[in-house]
Structures are given as structure tokens and as C-alpha cells.
């Protein structure tokens, strides 16, 4: 959805092509596992006949090969930093405990409830009174993470909250976002996806794995959301290595870095 939503605002024309599944290898199209066969993931980009796996990658091809008055990725150095790292935090954090609320029951449920909200309102702080996490303008980072928002309605019928209660400033950036075509026009509607969860929870309901259920829901995918759509599909792939270094906090560590307090 990342991608889609960026050539919608380049408004970069594109031939669109559909997986029919992208959870079973057995089952993915020839296109995709020649041109992806590394991570046989989408979404992938096909340009003048080369290829661009991984939906961060991917953006970040598109801004620099098609350059306009308002770049998706910023100038300046600290804010392409800064982007970037609550990309991460959104993908390592957001994502994983967002597949608690779709399988999890009971008091794990609960926790995971609690857990997301938390870091939700971790955003909308990191939002404050910018219309836009990029600032004025809709940039990298209101793309990397509008594509969730449509899960929202599942994850208060599932768990029992309210996403507009907890996080209004969140939502308002919701909705100024839902106002742009490429938004409106990419994002499924969130009753379709409550629907469809509600169809694999019933499927799965006399499952003796856990990880089946996952793994019908797309859990086995650290992207969840990119796996369930293809743009047009492709062969390099890139792997980026993050080495954590830990050790005691420091003061200035824990002010600098208040969420992780690691180097």
C-alpha cells in the first residue's frame, strides 16, 4: 500500500499487477518468485526493465527517479534521520504487536491492547500540532504509516476500545490524510477488512496451530500489509543488518533516545 499510495502522489502511471496469493510459495505466480527470488515478498517495481524490492526501498527509487517541487523524502539530512527511525519503530513495535490483537484471547489480548495504545499515543506525540508527521507537507513517513489505519476498526471490535477516545490528534491526521486521493483511492475499506478477519477467525477456529492462523492472517510477514498486495514485481532485494549495541543507560542516552535508550 506504501508504494501504491507514492506513484498516486508522484502521479507516476503504473501497470498494476494482483497475487492471487501471497502467503504459499506453491501458490505465488511465476513473475513474482523469478523476479523476487530472495524474499519471494511484494511489493516489487519494475522500471525500464529493472527491478526494486522492499516497499521502503521502493520509495525512496521513486522520489529520487522522479524528482518534483516536493520530494517525499526531506532534504534536509536530520529529517530523512528522524523518518526513518520511527519507520523502524513503527515496523519493529507497532506491527508485531499489532498481530496480537488479530490472534491472541483473553488476558494476552488485553496486554496487547494496552501495548498498542501506548505506542499509538507515542505517535500521535511524535505528531504534536503538525498537520502532517513530515510537517506542512504529506511526506515518507504519513505514507509508511497511514496503511494500518485501515486495521483500526477491526482492532476496537476485536479489543473493545476507541482509537478516536484514546488518540484524537491521531485521528484528525487520519482523516486529513483519508482526504487525498492517492490515500482514499489505495487504503481498502476498513468494514471489508473487519469481514475478512472475521471469515479467517472462523475458519481457523478448530485449528490446532496457532502459527496456521497466522500465517492465513499474513502474521509470518515482518511487513504485514505490504504481503497482501503486488504492485508489478521484480528481482533485486537488499537486506539491511541492524546491530544493537547495549549496555547501561546514561542519562543523556535516555534523554536522547527515550523510547529505545539503546545505541
Not at 544493537?244 to 543507560?249: I, K, L, T
Request: aromatic share 10%; proline share 3%; net charge negative.
Amino acid at each position: 500500500m506504501r508504494v501504491k499510495i507514492a506513484l498516486l502522489e508522484k502521479g507516476i502511471e503504473v501497470q498494476y499487477k494482483e497475487e492471487k496469493d501471497v502467503f504459499e510459495d506453491k501458490n505465488k505466480s511465476e513473475l513474482l518468485l523469478n523476479s523476487n527470488p530472495i524474499h519471494k515478498k511484494v511489493p516489487v517495481l519494475i522500471h525500464n526493465g529493472k527491478t526494486i524490492c522492499e516497499s521502503l526501498i521502493i520509495l525512496e527509487y521513486i522520489d529520487e527517479v522522479w524528482k518534483q517541487e516536493q520530494q517525499l523524502f526531506s532534504a534536509d539530512p536530520y529529517c530523512r534521520a528522524n523518518a526513518r527511525f520511527w519507520i523502524d519503530f513503527f515496523d519493529k513495535k507497532i506491527t508485531s504487536c499489532a498481530k496480537k490483537l488479530w490472534a491472541s484471547k483473553g488476558e494476552e489480548q488485553g496486554a496487547a491492547k494496552e501495548e498498542f495504545l501506548e505506542f499509538l499515543k507515542v505517535l500521535e506525540n511524535e505528531l504534536g500540532e503538525k498537520p502532517y508527521f513530515g510537517g506542512d507537507h504529506f511526506a515518507l513517513l504519513d505514507i509508511a504509516l497511514i496503511p494500518i489505519t485501515c486495521r483500526f476498526y477491526t482492532y476496537e471490535k476485536l479489543c473493545k476500545f476507541s482509537v478516536e477516545e484514546e488518540c484524537p490528534k491521531l485521528m484528525e491526521w487520519v482523516r486529513r490524510c483519508n482526504m487525498r486521493d492517492s490515500v482514499s483511492k489505495t487504503l481498502p475499506d476498513p468494514l471489508k477488512v473487519f469481514d475478512f478477519v472475521l471469515e479467517v477467525k472462523k475458519r481457523e477456529e478448530n485449528s490446532d496451530s496457532e502459527d496456521d492462523f497466522e500465517a492465513n492472517c499474513g502474521f509470518n510477514n515482518e511487513n504485514v500489509g505490504e504481503e497482501e498486495e503486488a504492485n508489478t514485481v521484480g528481482q533485486i532485494a537488499m537486506e539491511v543488518i541492524h546491530n544493537s549495541v547495549r549496555g547501561p543507560s546514561t542519562s543523556l542516552l535516555e534523554n536522547r533516545n527515550a523510547r529505545h535508550k539503546a545505541l
